[in-house]
């Protein structure tokens, strides 16, 4: 029986050529989705003020958790299904597809309703002040309704990718955050809305990405046929999606932890200073927008990669899973280097598109942006490298990294490095543990690409 086309592209196609046909896409969803994230605050910061920009701040590890779910289900589930095309055992990736379904669903809603009935006691939690509140707690509820539509669009958009069609994958995100960001302006000027106008907008795009998802899955060919039974949950084929998104999820449920605690020392040190406990987390929002545009870049690189990892790993082709992940880390080290030289050399430039015209505002956003990350030249390895594990089945390395990265270096140096320094403490927190980090992969990885070049030589 002859492989379908999308499947002999994965095991034939030029690798260069097969990275940069799945990572431009997601490159382009994820800028452009992170990017709705820099509207959002641009437009509240001329609409509104620097109140409105920290109160978005202060909810934006819920969107962490919605990602760190999505990616729990989507990213773990797309993994499974591609080791499983490599292996070429169709029933087994239908059924991590139709679980990852109804897996997105059910923890979507739950979440939502969670969300909405601890609102407030969260938001404080987060690190709000009374001040912060009165835009927070709108703008939050709001937020919390859409949560199902963000889990399972992003979800399914893991799926779509790793089925062989980047470019939907991408326009299922894209379209989303276009809404969001013509559509916010006209909730928040023409509408008189508010910031519940950017709050609608945001869920509205993420129904506008639900309903693209689940055309997809009803309409288009995929590599497998969905069948009812798919849909029934079973106990094996969760905890294969939890093995393998299980590093990607704690990674974000720890970045989380880490970016509360980050908003906390913040606020305390923030009110001990001439800036104040709201400018100190506006700025540190701004600055953290700015960086994930970068991350999306990189991200997009490493999403890119996972169907080549998976597919190729689960044939035994090792020589191509090591050929994309070196050249991966060689593209993703461009971008980060790129990324470093324009955040030191620019970043007054930078930050004025958020549109405060509180100099106190820029005098400490440059001061956090040249400390907070001093290191974002080698901030490509970790994403791509904890990817490359979860590809090739090994997710437990990807949870060590990030439990050394979050867990063990840069949550106790938030706690501990501001006794000694005060706000500088929390900004030399975050380079500190991105350098120890980057070793740390980089031995990781290598070692990896050496015990799979044996297995290569061994390969019949």
């Known amino acids: 029986?002859?492989?379908?086309?999308?499947?002999?592209?994965?095991?034939?196609?030029?690798?260069?050529?097969?990275?940069?046909?799945?990572?431009i896409p997601a490159i382009l969803s994820q800028v452009v989705n992170s990017m709705h994230n820099i509207v959002d605050q641009t437009f509240?910061?001329?609409?509104?003020?620097?109140?409105?920009?920290?109160?978005?701040?202060?909810?934006?590890?819920?969107?962490?958790?919605?990602?760190?779910?999505?990616?729990?289900?989507?990213?773990?589930?797309?993994a499974g299904f591609s080791l499983d095309l490599g292996k070429k055992q169709a029933r087994s990736a239908r059924k991590n597809?139709?679980?990852?379904?109804?897996?997105?669903?059910?923890?979507?809603?739950?979440?939502?309703?969670?969300?909405?009935?601890?609102?407030?006691?969260?938001?404080?939690?987060?690190?709000?002040?009374?001040?912060?509140?009165?835009?927070?707690?709108?703008?939050?509820?709001?937020?919390s309704m859409g949560l199902p539509f963000a889990i399972f669009s992003m979800a399914m958009?893991?799926?779509?990718?790793?089925?062989?069609?980047?470019?939907?994958?991408?326009?299922?995100?894209?379209?989303?955050?276009?809404?969001?960001?013509?559509?916010?302006?006209?909730?928040?000027?023409?509408?008189?809305?508010?910031?519940?106008?950017?709050?609608?907008?945001?869920?509205?795009?993420?129904?506008?990405s639900s309903c693209l998802a689940l055309y997809y899955l009803v309409r288009r060919r995929h590599m497998v046929t969905l069948e009812r039974e798919d849909f029934r949950l079973s106990a094996g084929t969760i905890k294969g999606i939890g093995a393998l998104g299980g590093a990607i999820f704690f990674n974000h449920v720890i970045m989380t932890a880490a970016q509360v605690i980050l908003m906390n020392m913040l606020r305390t040190y923030g009110a001990q200073s001439v800036y104040g406990s709201e400018i100190a987390i506006a700025g540190s929002g701004a600055v953290g927008k700015v960086m994930i545009v970068f991350l999306s870049c990189v991200i997009g690189i490493a999403l890119g990669c996972q169907p080549i990892f998976g597919f190729n790993y689960g044939s035994k082709r090792y020589d191509r899973v090591i050929e994309a992940y070196r050249k991966a880390l060689r593209y993703g080290t461009t971008l980060a280097v790129i990324a470093f030289l324009c955040i030191q050399l620019f970043p007054r430039q930078i930050l004025s598109i958020f549109g405060s015209e509180d100099p106190l505002f820029y005098e400490f956003s440059i001061h956090y942006i040249r400390i907070y990350l001093l290191m974002t030249f080698v901030n490509a390895f970790q994403p791509i490298t904890s990817n490359f594990f979860t590809s090739i089945g090994k997710a437990k390395l990807g949870f060590w990294?990030?439990?050394?990265?979050?867990?063990?270096?840069?949550?106790?140096?938030?706690?501990?490095?501001?006794?000694?320094?005060?706000?500088?403490?929390?900004?030399?927190?975050?380079?500190?543990s991105d350098g120890v980090a980057a070793v740390l992969v980089l031995v990781l990885g290598a070692r990896e690409v050496r015990r799979l070049t044996v297995q290569q030589e061994e390969t019949p």
């Not at 955050?177 to 945001?202: E, K």
């Not at 990294?401 to 500088?424: F, N, S, Y």
């Open 97 to 143: 597809w139709g679980n990852a379904i109804v897996l997105s669903v059910g923890l979507g809603c739950l979440l939502a309703v969670l969300a909405v009935a601890f609102l407030e006691p969260m938001l404080y939690l987060f690190g709000a002040t009374e001040a912060m509140m009165i835009y927070a707690v709108p703008y939050a509820r709001i937020i």
């Open 401 to 432: 990294m990030a439990l050394v990265r979050q867990g063990l270096l840069l949550i106790p140096l938030l706690l501990l490095l501001p006794l000694a320094l005060g706000m500088d403490g929390v900004l030399w927190a975050g380079p500190i």
């Open 1 to 23: 029986m002859t492989a379908p086309p999308r499947q002999t592209m994965l095991a034939t196609a030029p690798v260069s050529k097969l990275i940069w046909t799945f990572a």
């Open 157 to 208: 958009a893991h799926f779509i990718r790793a089925d062989g069609s980047p470019k939907f994958s991408s326009g299922v995100l894209l379209s989303g955050a276009i809404f969001n960001m013509i559509f916010d302006p006209i909730f928040l000027f023409a509408c008189s809305m508010g910031i519940q106008g950017v709050a609608l907008a945001t869920v509205l795009g993420q129904g506008l």
């Open 44 to 78: 509240l910061g001329w609409g509104i003020g620097d109140l409105a920009i920290a109160a978005t701040n202060i909810a934006f590890p819920l969107s962490t958790l919605t990602t760190a779910l999505a990616a729990l289900i989507g990213m773990g589930g797309a």
